[in-house]
T-cell receptor
Framework: KNQVEQSPQSLIILEGKNCTLQ??????????LRWYKQDTGRGPVSLTI?????NTKSNGRYTATLDADTKQSSLHITASQLSDSASYIC?????????FGAGTTVTVRA | DTEVTQTPKHLVMGMTNKKSLKCEQH?????MYWYKQKAKKPPELMFV???????INESVPSRFSPECPNSSLLNLHLHALQPEDSALYLC?????????????FGSGTRLTVV
């Protein structure tokens, strides 16, 4: 069973709108949690990384939150742009091992 | 330099060919990784090199042979591949082998086996 679950699997939003992606994990012990953006056929690009003690981290229009007690994280995209269309992957680090979520595919339409 | 550079970006090879994928980083990272990613799936770890020594081999078939000539370079030698090996191959590096800060992926090599 995958230790990192993401939802929704995919979503479509209109340009300029906001959206929130969810990530639940059971990985333990927890080291850090990252959100990556991956364009089709390209490597993942890091958006944010948070340790146990961090609740929120922003990178431009991307804001990630972390609740280490409930083992939940979210990625909020503000004022979406067409270039935000991509797969967003939640990755949880457990010492020397990374556990990947299956990703959420976001499609932004004009 | 904060990048991981992979070459080639695209590769088409026959099942009897021998080819190599290359990965390079100049961030002083001491751990380097190979991942395989199929369409719409998360990356799957293949190999980990830590301080130029192979530390993890996730039961990868011997037709994939990694090599770490020095701390900045990582190669993946391919021989007698199967069509099901077609995928995006990603290289990554990190400061050490413990999944800490600085985990950076390359842009990948899109491999097609015909």
């Amino acid at each position: 069973k995958n230790q990192v679950e993401q939802s929704p699997q995919s979503l479509i939003i209109l340009e300029g709108k906001n959206c929130t992606l969810q990530c639940n994990y059971t990985v333990s012990p927890f080291s850090n949690l990252r959100w990556y953006k991956q364009d089709t056929g390209r490597g993942p690009v890091s958006l944010t990384i948070m340790t146990f003690s961090e609740n929120t981290k922003s990178n431009g229009r991307y804001t990630a939150t972390l609740d280490a007690d409930t083992k939940q994280s979210s990625l909020h995209i503000t004022a979406s742009q067409l270039s935000d269309s991509a797969s967003y992957i939640c990755v949880v680090s457990e010492r020397d091992k990374l556990s990947f979520g299956a990703g959420t595919t976001v499609t932004v339409r004009a | 330099d904060t990048e991981v550079t992979q070459t080639p970006k695209h590769l088409v090879m026959g099942m009897t060919n021998k080819k190599s994928l290359k990965c390079e980083q100049h961030m002083g990272h001491r751990a380097m990784y190979w991942y395989k990613q199929k369409a719409k799936k998360p990356p799957e770890l293949m190999f980990v090199y830590s301080y130029e020594k192979l530390s993890i081999n996730e039961s990868v078939p011997s037709r994939f042979s990694p090599e770490c000539p020095n701390s900045s370079l990582l190669n993946l030698h391919l021989h007698a591949l199967q069509p099901e090996d077609s995928a995006l191959y990603l290289c990554a590096s990190s400061q050490d082998g413990r999944g800490g800060y600085g985990y950076t992926f390359g842009s990948g090599t899109r491999l097609t086996v015909v």
